[in-house]
């Protein structure tokens, strides 16, 4: 019988149970973060040889140049050799830069803004209005990077396999429409893989914009929650062979693989929109951080070698997310209070309450010393129109802190649709 | 007797001398490049001790931050602190970032284009026009910066002791005039250093734009040639003394003291200012390579670590630049037909030829073997009016190259000047 069905004796009861559940919950004097996707300590120790690579006596890469002097824009050959094989592309796509992805599409975006890509008729500045795709639930600095260029957000729907591939198409018949952003595989926060017909219908579809642009934002892409990996779509050559070769900027990093804050980030793209990225960032500065490079080529030793270290992650996160989900379906799966993704990679577990409700069960969560995303983050502007989505992070706290944080969760779902419910 | 004083019998015999010289310089079929200030083979030695570094186990900052995990937009605290020693400011007033202060300069200028600064009525893409000024000979990377932006770049005359005050003066009258490239300290290409008396008249002088900046590029802050370190003037003090204190970007980095491409970059401002650029940096991304701060702090110490390592660099470089200061005296001086700088520190020599001839030098040296930066490149749109200056880089060659290469730029300058006097 789910909460919706109780009657109002019944609920009454239950609101008082909930009730004592959340005071006993606050007299702990909790203080535990469930915020952002952060990898655990016991994860960065994974990487932990890096802090010591590439080594004395060793600074010369696979072209013979000195990765601690200036220059080579693109990044030393044998790390864009290494991730292409990760991606299975040519390394001839690929260019290698400093520790993080969203420099660059900060980058790509904003560039493109000033000065026009590629393909653009004028810079999309002198656009009379910028529009964005943005499936939702999303990234939320995605969505701040748009904001901040005044873009006009237009949500889509993530459905099963991928964003709504309907309304997708409707929205680029506007020229103003000039790109979208998209995470491929174990989406930030829904854990949604796009299926590979998605993936041909996006590098398929006609658009009105000639500049347009999807950000392909792969920062998953070997982060598996299971022993299996995944397909990777090359999605910039399903780009080329449906004749849009410049459709898709594709990001990756090693930023939840190695160090979070010192990684090596990885931008995979037709030639023509790498000579364009490549003009511009050779007037910013003169180069990448080619030792931090260099040290990751020793580190992985090649792509099998990335895939070992995934799994020790795999390892490190698959209990904690198991014991999320465990803890969601004991304390709310009899209620229908709430519904949840089951993801088999990424970072996140996205949680949907009764509408309405979200905020209230952060603002729960917080009085009781539970740290959560905040309300809509997931959203453009932080605004969840439903007000039901609550992005879950497992990854940083031990799973011990992990299982008192949930537990703590899940009563505040529950007292907060009691609310909802008049009890 | 200067080459302009020779009857034109003598100076068809010294043409005829100065021809064969070239000849044979030709036959020699060398391979040499002065074209850059990057630091040598030997000079990165001195940091190859960072390779191994922080090392494996030391990954928490002096606030009990990991540094491998995200987050930090400010940089490490104790890298902070020892770089505000260095350059005598409190720590407060400086962020440390990823290895290019280039990046960040880029970033200052643009953002304030795109989105105006802190001081900015509208943004700067929304004036009729922005001006800057370029005190000149100057940094080609700079100039291409405000190329790209379609800045139109006002040149005024570097002279002894700074860039020409009087014009300056005049320029920031003009409230399209919106800042101004300044490299204070033994500043490429001229080696000269601001006196305390222009870095006060920059600080204290009224200027129409109320967000006119300075982007202050203290790329050789401590890079003597001598025993000696200059005292490094507090320009962000100095200005909040004289009632601007937003006026300075303060740039630095260890690109020439540690790694080129590897390095650690500061900025040095007023708290508005660092606010208004963190604002949009955590935007743009999560944090700097933290890894690579703490490494540096590790290497350094502290702040005599850094003057330590300096005078290493002195040793290494000054024999360089000595050898090429006699070899223009014993090959040029008599004739008149150059003059140059001598400067204490930084990485250039400014070689000034007869007027109308300095292109051709760059190509007689070119044809040649001998690969100089191209003339005009001091200049913004590389265009030196008067067509004379070339930048010389004595950093990079062992010295016995450096020498015959010299040695060959000096055959050039005469034969160039030879042809210009029409012999």
């Known amino acids: 019988m789910t909460l919706l069905d109780f009657d109002s004796d019944r609920l009454a009861d239950f609101a008082a149970q909930v009730r004592k559940e959340y005071d006993d919950l606050k ?8 915020t952002r996707g952060k990898p655990s ?49 040519d390394a001839a796509d ?19 803004y000033l000065f026009g890509n590629n393909d653009s008729p004028q810079p999309w500045r002198n656009e009379e209005k910028v529009r964005w795709i ?63 017909e998605a993936c ?4 398929a579809m006609e658009t009105a914009a000639p500049d347009f642009r999807i950000v392909w934002d792969n920062a998953y892409a070997v982060h598996t929650l299971t022993e299996e990996f995944p397909p990777i779509v090359d999605i910039v050559g399903l780009a080329a062979e449906a004749g849009n070769p410049n459709r898709f900027w594709a990001l990756s990093s090693t930023s939840k693989i190695t160090h979070a804050g010192s990684g090596v980030s990885f931008l995979n793209s037709s030639q023509e929109n ?4 490549l003009g511009i960032a050779g007037v910013r500065g003169i180069g990448p951080n080619k030792v931090n490079q260099l040290a990751h080529v020793r580190y992985f030793g090649n792509a099998e070698g990335v895939r070992a270290v995934m799994r020790k992650h795999a390892g490190s996160l698959a209990p904690k997310f198991d014991r999320v989900l465990e803890i969601l379906e004991e304390r709310l799966g ?25 905020s209230r069960v952060v603002e729960l969560a917080k009085e009781a010393g539970i740290a959560l995303t905040g309300a809509g983050s997931s959203f453009p502007h932080k605004d969840d129109p439903n007000n039901r989505n609550i992005r879950l992070a497992p990854s940083l706290p031990p799973v011990e802190e992990l299982e008192v944080a949930m537990d703590g969760v899940a009563t505040c ?11």
């Not at 790498?274 to 990225?277: A, S």
Request: hydrophobic content about 45%; some cysteine.
């Open 200 to 203: 041909r219908e996006l590098a």
């Open 134 to 196: 943005c499936p939702v639930p999303g990234y939320d600095r995605h969505f701040t990077i748009t904001e901040t260029l005044g873009f006009e957000m237009v949500t889509v729907p993530m459905l099963e396999d991928g964003p709504d591939l309907d309304a997708i198409r409707e929205l680029v018949q506007d020229p103003q429409v000039k790109g979208m952003w998209a995470v491929p595989m174990f989406g930030n926060p829904t854990g949604i893989t796009f299926s590979e």
């Open 334 to 358: 009899e209620y229908e209070v709430a519904r949840w993704t089951r993801p088999e990679g990424g970072y996140f577990i996205s949680l949907d309450v009764i509408d309405g409700t979200a």
């Open 94 to 112: 690929i260019i290698a830069g400093d520790a993080s992805s969203l420099n660059i599409m900060f980058d790509l975006v904003t560039w493109s």
């Open 41 to 89: 300590s016991e994860q960065l120790d994974f990487g932990e040889a890096l802090l010591a690579l590439p080594g004395e006596g060793d600074h010369v890469d696979a072209d013979g140049q000195d990765v601690r002097n200036y220059g080579n824009l693109k990044g030393i050959r044998e790390i864009r050799e290494l991730w292409a094989e990760v991606l299975g592309i």
């Open 274 to 277: 790498l000579d364009w990225y």
């Open 413 to 423: 779902v529950l007292l907060a649709a009691v609310e909802k419910l008049g009890a």
């Open 27 to 34: 007299a702990r004097n909790l203080k535990l973060d469930l």
